[in-house]
């Protein structure tokens, strides 16, 4: 789909005027079908809330028209006079908050929703409970955006792409660049978005939609776009990297929706592809739920991809292969005549209708508004101060200390000696930049420049622009540098770098900005400097890290409506950092030794390998790092047990191989760290399995098999505790079905390690 915020696309292509962001009836006159007083259809079975919801789905749509039911099959979909049900707009956005698109519209009494940090900031916190938390809060904001007709009830999100490569302008928006923790993310933050636990899993609070399945991370590189590419990818590859957060989408998150994507994968167009969408979501993974293309993807199928000439074969292929509507116009304009050309049947009209009032009946949408709780839930639900304060502790938890030199200089600065701070660059008074993109209307932004001047007197200079050549505004920047007793450079990227529908040819600082960073440190040498990038896409950092007249460097993504504050909160020690990096920080370099075109996760020719999993080059920063204010100890790390057998590893295999995240747990790791310090902080542990012959034969270097944040009080040691199943001691082979591997396999936390022996 495209960011509603920059939407080039025609949007007579996409909205239909017929469709209503929320239900209302369809003539003044015209009572909902259900309801309870004046509904037509009140007494009949798809009325009856006591009956299985696909009881009364089916009872439903054996009463629409034929021509009703022709006008449901984009996201805009039409008014149904049969059955006295309006029209609805599928598409509403919610990638960090309520968003700008289709079906939301801000004002009047909710003019703004809570902006939360870009998905790759929230990715960096690690940490499983808050992402459910935000789940809830962008679902409660949403029923009540709702309730008052400003917001439809399906929403496109998360999006659960892997970051594959660094150019990818959509990087910012998911997790990161690790399966593994994508599958937790959203095991966990769909549940939190989409389920009360007061209601059961059959009733959903608001509905989320996986996207983009599958194997999609480019937007437009050298001449070739996401309309037109071939992703060409091994079965081990999908296996191991591009299908498992999916696979945890439907099997732990519950997904209720998912996007087919607008590639094709080994020359099928996603959206027409049989073996992905119908055998492997729904009857592999047991998904139950609606599939929506991407915007316009219907309509790539014949004229982008050419795997169909026909308007008939068209719609044909791809709501058979199971995709359920079309976000766009094609299916709509098309589907009457492959109707009377035998092209399809009515079962396969009915079957997709099945698939989408499911969901709508899940919602509770022919329910009595009696009879749905989140009913109660209205403006005063919306940026709330709670609401507000978890947006600020999200920040302050992804934001990742990448280096801090020792002595005076160091992170946290104090106000008392560094009472007089110059914030520094393009970004330093950024507000909107701080949403990334899928953003909504923030109640308010508050800048790094004003963040930091609420703890201390600042002077401020932009110095220059993020992607532009002049050097005119160095001058009064190194005038504040050296007026300053302490420096705060906010450096990095913005939308006009990485977005939809634009990758990034270079990995390095865009226009003068490395020569403007280097010339104000060396200004302001013998002073704290401190480095803050904002930004989603890794930007080469190896000429700031060596630089000695750079005293610290905080990485801080795209962190949201309070983004200044949790900065400030971090640099004078109100908070400990404690993110980790979601993502590789390559070198420059290495955009020339890999295509973006090469979907190769494991090495090879003209192929370092992608990602912390595979990449057999030196990273200016690593996957995982993330440095602490407290000094730590790290104690041990204990495994439950010292063997385990490939036989029993196998079995789970095979049994769990559609649902991993549900394997039974074979062994428990224990990783002991003790507070030496005086702060009272936060900690991340990641645990990473090493196999035999790591990084040999397209096994990867390391995995990551666990995490969890704990907090560490003054002088006590903490055990983190991580379950491992057969999955942390399997790999997938070359025709993508997980094995056991037989030998040492090493697990580390920091620099402990333990083994575990298959045999």
Known sequence: ETDFRSCTMLLSLLVFSAALATWAAPEASTPLPCDPNKGRFRNDPFCNEKLPIPTRVKDFISRISKEDKLGQFANGAKAMPSVDTPGYQWWSEALHGVAGSPGVHFGGNIPSATSFPQVCLTGATFNRTLYAEIGKVISTEARAMNNEGRAGLTFWTPNINIYRDPRWGRGQETPGEDPFATSEYVASYLPGLQLDPKEGPKRLKVSSCCKHYAAYDLENWHGVDRHHF?????KQDLADTFFPAFESCV????????????????????????????DQARKAWGFEGYITSDCGAVSNVIHTHHYTNTSDATVKDT????????CGGYIDSNIKKALDDNAISMDDVDASLFNLFSVQFRLGMFDNPANIPWKKYGPKDVNTPANQALALEA?????????????????????????????????????RTMQGNYYGHAPYLISPLEGISKYTKTMYSQGCTIGGTSTKGFADALKVARQVNTVVMVMGLDQGQEREGHDRDIISFPGVQAQFIREVAAAAAGKPVTLVMMNGGPVDLTEQKANENITSIIWVGYPGQSGGQAIADVIFGTVGPSGRLPHTVYPAEYVKQVSMFDMN????????????????????????????????SYESLDVSVRSLTASKINSDLKMYKDAPGNAPTLATATFSIKNTGKRLDPYTGLLFAMPPAAGTGGRPKQSLVGFDKVWLRPGKTVQVVMDLNAFSFGLANTDGEFEAVKGIWSLKVEDKFASVNVM
Not at 604 to 630: E, M, V, W
């Open 230 to 234: 071939n992703a060409v990818c091994t």
């Open 251 to 278: 099997t732990r998150g519950k997904g209720s929706g998912i996007m087919c994507s607008y590639n094709e994968v080994n020359g099928v167009p996603s959206c027409a592809d049989k073996a992905i969408l119908n």
């Open 319 to 326: 709501l058979t292969a199971g995709m359920d509507i079309d």
């Open 395 to 431: 920040a302050q938890q992804g934001i990742v200390l990448l280096k801090n030199s020792k002595g005076n200089n160091a992170l946290p600065y104090n106000t008392q000696t560094q009472d007089f701070v110059g914030v520094i660059g393009p970004s330093a008074n950024a507000t």
């Open 601 to 632: 996760m494991r090495p090879g020719k003209d192929n370092p390998g992608r990602t912390h999993r595979f990449y057999t080059g030196t990273p200016a920063y690593s996957f995982g790092d993330g440095l602490l204010y407290t000094t730590v």
